[in-house]
């Protein structure tokens, strides 16, 4: 009780515009959500949306001991950074905030009108994104003191923010032409795939296009294989475990790329299972209850091997004794 009142009063002691940068976080976020829960209500592929908003303000929240003595605490001495770089920065940071408010405003303007939810949401999604880590820069100038923050610092305080602002583009389908090249680019190669492993093991299988075809009938590998599906929600899964889990930079990017390659993976095995399925019981017989549990089979298998992963990423091979002590 008493370390959540000193970060209480800490909070209060913070910058004005650090407490109006995050009330306009949360009124953009708040807007964003109703925005995109016609989508995470209508489309079963992106229901992991409503996750978004708890899981980005959660990180927040585990981050906040290292946010409030990062406001708490002095500049480091000699650490100033050349004039060069700080007027680059800012060029850079508010050309996002900028373009990235035009954006917003415009294509919000344009939802009204037209109530298309399509590239309208995910144009104010990519927007916010950009709009939230900019915030996230220009607040963290100075200190509760008013001292001023080396560019190293500020940096450093900004990639706190990279899960809770960029996890929300997940969330929200790309634009429809992208998306469905995506889409039929994994179907060809699971497809690809399944065919010639069935192949091999003597099954009689024609490939066509992204269906295949056996002596009973035949399958549309979309209907075996949601592509990317699983991909999206993998992907959410392997960023929100390597923001809470894990602490250097390459270890989190080396995570978000096993999700995706554990998604892709498990995609396959899930299509081999409802086609040799549908190959032995006729294809009506992969809808329903054995195409879901084959659906969350594969976020299974992928959480379960992230979960492995994180638990090797952690192992310390310098024994105890040699070890450094965390200041």
């Known amino acids: 009780m008493k370390a959540s009142s000193d970060t209480l009063s800490k909070i209060k002691l913070l910058p004005l515009a650090v407490k109006l940068y995050a009330g306009v976080y949360l009124g953009m976020g708040a807007t964003l959500c109703v925005l995109l829960s016609y989508i995470w209500s209508n489309r079963l592929d992106y229901s992991f949306g409503y996750l978004v908003p708890f899981f980005a303000l959660y990180i927040t929240y585990d981050r906040l001991p290292k946010i409030m003595a990062y406001f708490s605490e002095p500049p480091k001495e000699g650490a100033k950074s050349p004039k060069i770089a700080c007027v680059f920065c800012d060029l850079i940071f508010g050309a996002a905030m900028l373009f990235g408010l035009i954006g917003y405003v415009f294509f919000a303007w344009l939802f009204y009108l037209s109530q298309n939810r399509g590239t309208p949401a995910f144009v104010i999604t990519f927007c916010f994104c950009f709009i939230s ?111 809470a889990m894990l602490n250097k930079l390459w270890k989190k990017i080396a995570l978000v790329l096993l999700s995706m390659v554990f998604a892709f993976f498990n995609n396959i095995l899930r299509a081999l299972f409802l086609s040799f399925w549908a190959y032995e019981n006729g294809a009506d017989s992969i809808g329903g209850f ?7 089979f594969v976020l299974a298998m992928t959480v379960i091997g992230l979960l492995i992963m994180v638990a090797i990423f952690q192992i310390n091979p310098v024994p105890k004794e040699f070890r450094e002590p965390r200041k």
């Open 133 to 243: 880590l900019a915030m996230a820069y220009f607040a963290s100038e100075t200190n509760i003191g008013g001292e001023k923050k080396s560019l190293v610092e500020r940096l450093r305080f900004v990639s706190w923010f990279i899960f809770p602002c960029f996890i929300w583009i997940v969330a929200v389908p790309t634009f429809g032409a992208v998306e469905e090249k995506i889409s039929l680019t994994l179907l060809g190669i699971v497809a690809d795939v399944v065919y010639h492993f069935m192949d091999f093991l003597g099954y009689i299988v024609t490939l066509r296009g992204n269906v295949i075809e056996f002596p009973s009938g035949s399958v549309g590998v979309a209907d075996a294989c949601s592509g990317i599906r699983s991909l999206t929600a993998c992907l959410f899964a392997g960023s929100f475990l390597a923001a």
């Open 290 to 296: 054995v195409h879901d549990a084959a659906g969350y």
